[in-house]
């Protein structure tokens, strides 16, 4: 699998990479290759490709320096060996990067650029909590051109502009220590030469026996006023209902020990939790799927021409987000796609933001589309409003070989129909 860089969705297939040196030439079998221990015969195209069967094979130690392979050697992580072949090892925390001196961004290690900052954000950049609460703030910076910029966490900075909150042990986690009556900048980031902060409003304990119920948006942490809370008891029967303000929290009278709490809004879908008592609680709405606004359009290129069969996904989604909301960003709209299949044209449906490639197809770009949604933007009115928001672009794509297909053993490969 790979996933689109900044230069856009061009770069969701890059090229074979060629190993040091050129990879032989034409086989049938693994013994045509040069060393069947670092080298295995692709029935599928009839060419020896690089091969492993423990990661140490992937190594120069081991391949030595005719069959070594530049990608593993020149990263710090090395390489794993994934399925025979040998596939460069990612990151998931700086942590794994500590040993080179770097720090872990899109799954590499890279170095630190904190000189090049201009520009940052915290997230999230509004929090809503009670008393003792412990939250952890994130920061994301840019450089002058708007392109973001790694940055270590030792090169952070973090400061408590009130007494509302208290840093906990250093680093990026505050601790909600006094209520505030509106939420306020408290929270201060600096970076390079940017600094940013976060709003913070903190509740104050909650009496025994009450209930309070805190509604958000689930994509900018802002407070939702007007919304409609609902508490029924085990049976159903509603026993009160109440309005949030504006700061988005409702105190209903009563409530039920052993019931359920529903929040109703017309901009956002709705939202219940089942058996719930007293007490606080956090309830994030989404909007409204139909109110999605903007979006783009990109091409994948750079589509192989070996014989192998291509399935990917783009969309949109907030910057910390990713491909975890695909299955929002795949409902809708949906496209009909022509392909042949056993020398017939046939037809299949595909959600605008997925592709599929079969095998020996003389497709080399396809376009795709992703769906806005609103979110966090310079203008904090129209964050409220639901009216802008930044999103970040991706795309996830992969390359199937034919012979990995399991096509035998009575299987056939056939498109579906109804009945």
């Given at each position: ?15 074979p990479?060629?190993?040091t040196?050129?990879?032989?030439g034409?086989?049938?079998?693994d ?33 030595g320096?005719?069959?070594?392979l ?27 990067c ?12 890279t ?17 809503v ?11 994301l ?10 940055v ?45 902060t976060?709003?913070?409003?903190v ?89 999605r ?21 783009a ?24 392909f ?6 046939r ?72 009945g």
């Amino acid at each position: 699998m790979a996933a689109c860089s900044g230069d856009g969705f061009s770069s969701f297939f890059p090229g074979p990479q060629e190993a040091t040196p050129p990879m032989p030439g034409s086989c049938q079998v693994d013994q045509d290759c040069p060393d069947p221990r670092f080298f295995i015969c692709d029935t599928a195209s009839a060419r020896c490709q690089a091969a492993c069967r423990t990661r140490e094979d992937c190594t120069a130690a081991r391949r030595g320096s005719a069959y070594r392979l530049s990608a593993c050697d020149d990263n710090p992580l090395g390489c794993q060996c994934d399925g025979n072949q040998c596939v460069e090892a990612m990151c998931s925390a700086d942590e794994a990067c500590a040993a080179s001196g770097q720090v872990c961004r899109d799954g590499r290690c890279t170095r630190s650029a904190v000189d090049r900052v201009r520009t940052c954000r915290v997230t999230p950049d509004h929090v809503v909590g009670r008393v003792g609460s412990r939250v952890r703030f994130s920061l994301l910076a840019w450089d002058e051109t708007g392109e973001p910029v790694a940055v270590a966490p030792t090169e952070e900075q973090w400061t408590a502009l009130e007494a509302s909150v208290s840093v906990d042990a250093g680093g990026s986690a505050f601790v909600l220590s006094a209520p505030t009556s509106e939420a306020r900048e408290t929270v201060r980031a600096e970076v390079g030469g940017a600094a940013c902060t976060a709003r913070v409003r903190v509740l104050e304990a909650l009496e025994p026996g009450r209930m309070r119920v805190v509604v958000t948006d689930e994509q900018t942490g802002r407070p939702i006023p007007g919304a409609r809370v609902v508490v029924a008891d085990a049976a159903g029967a509603v026993t009160v209902e109440a309005l949030t303000d504006e700061g988005g929290v409702a105190l209903p009278v009563g409530g039920a020990e052993a019931g359920s709490v529903s929040v109703f809004h017309e901009d956002f879908d709705y939202l219940t939790v089942a058996h719930t008592g007293l007490g606080d609680l956090s309830l994030p709405l989404r909007r409204n799927p139909t109110g999605r606004t903007g979006g783009f359009e990109g091409t994948v290129q750079g589509l192989s021409e070996r014989l192998t069969m291509h399935l990917g996904v783009a969309g949109l989604s907030s910057p910390d987000e990713g491909p975890g909301a695909a299955a929002s960003s795949l409902l809708a709209p949906e496209r009909q796609v022509d392909f042949s299949s056993a020398g017939q044209r046939r037809v299949a449906t595909l959600p605008e933001g997925a592709f599929a490639v079969l095998a020996g197809s003389s497709l080399r770009e396809l376009d795709v589309q992703g769906r806005g949604s609103a979110g966090v933007c310079d203008e904090e009115t129209r964050t409220r409003e639901g009216t802008c928001g930044v999103r970040t672009a991706w795309g996830l794509g992969g390359e199937l070989p034919v012979n990995a297909l399991q096509l035998g053993g009575g299987w056939t490969w056939a498109p579906c129909s109804r009945g």
